[in-house]
């Protein structure tokens, strides 16, 4: 089982700002990450896959990087419909896994 | 439009058992590779099974092994999941999402349905 570190679990900024969210691997998984978005009540929605990939209709402010264990999400410029949970997943290997999540209030 | 449409949650005692679908439309169904997740109540996501498009492969999470069977019916673009021996521990909002077949995006989950809810108690 590939365990994942997500951190931080919340982070309080405003709208602007630029936040950054961390996602460390027990084990080496390529580029097999996946970052998606759950506001309350809804559905996670994929952002962006391949670590870094931008899903299709997804805004250029979201960003992902990094290889192997290391993982980040950064939200460029924080818009007030970007307040939301935010959680990593890998596939690289069964079982799928995801990471604890990061809820993203306003400060 | 993909659509995925849950049905099937409900309330059931501990050591009960449920039976939940997930019907598909708006794409090929036969095409990809389907899942289940769960989201118990102010908690995260939890990965739960997934099927590969023609059933040869299927996959469980430990927590479900053994008590939950996942299939699929490609001639009615359904997805569905038993779940017998249940517990308390299983309560949670089921999602089925569905994995594309593209090499570059398998095993993301690039559409989810709005959940079902299940809940165990006595």
């Known amino acids: 089982v590939i365990w994942m570190t997500q951190s931080p679990s919340l982070l309080s900024a405003s709208t602007g700002d630029r936040v950054t969210i961390s996602c460390r691997m027990s084990?080496?998984?390529?580029?097999?990450l996946a970052w998606y978005q759950q506001k309350p009540g809804k559905a996670p929605e994929l952002l962006i896959y391949?670590?870094?990939t931008l899903q299709s209709g997804v805004p250029s402010r979201f960003s992902g990087s990094g290889s192997g264990t290391d993982f980040t999400l950064t939200i460029s410029c924080l818009q007030s419909e970007d307040f939301a949970t935010y959680y990593c997943?890998?596939?690289?290997?069964?079982?799928?896994?995801f990471g604890q999540g990061t809820k993203v209030e306003i400060k | 439009e993909v659509q995925l449409v849950e049905s099937g949650g409900g309330l059931v005692k501990p050591g009960g058992s449920l039976r939940l679908s997930c019907a598909a439309s708006?794409?090929?169904?036969?095409?990809?590779?389907m899942n289940w997740v769960r989201q118990a109540p102010g908690k995260g996501l939890e990965w739960v099974s997934s099927?590969?498009?023609?059933?040869?492969?299927?996959y469980y999470a430990d927590s479900v092994k053994g008590r939950f069977t996942i299939s699929r019916d490609n001639a009615k673009n359904s997805l569905y999941l038993q779940m017998n021996s249940l517990r308390a521990e299983d309560t949670a909002v089921y999602y089925c999402?569905?994995?594309?077949?593209?090499?570059?995006?398998?095993?993301?989950?690039?559409?989810w349905g709005q959940g079902t809810l299940v809940t165990v108690s006595s």
């Open positions: 997943q890998q596939y690289y290997s069964f079982p799928r896994t």
């Open positions: 999402a569905r994995d594309p077949p593209e090499v570059a995006v398998a095993g993301t989950l690039d559409y």
């Open positions: 391949a670590a870094s």
């Open positions: 099927i590969s498009s023609s059933s040869s492969y299927i």
């Open positions: 708006g794409f090929t169904f036969s095409s990809y590779s």
């Open positions: 084990q080496g998984i390529s580029s097999y």
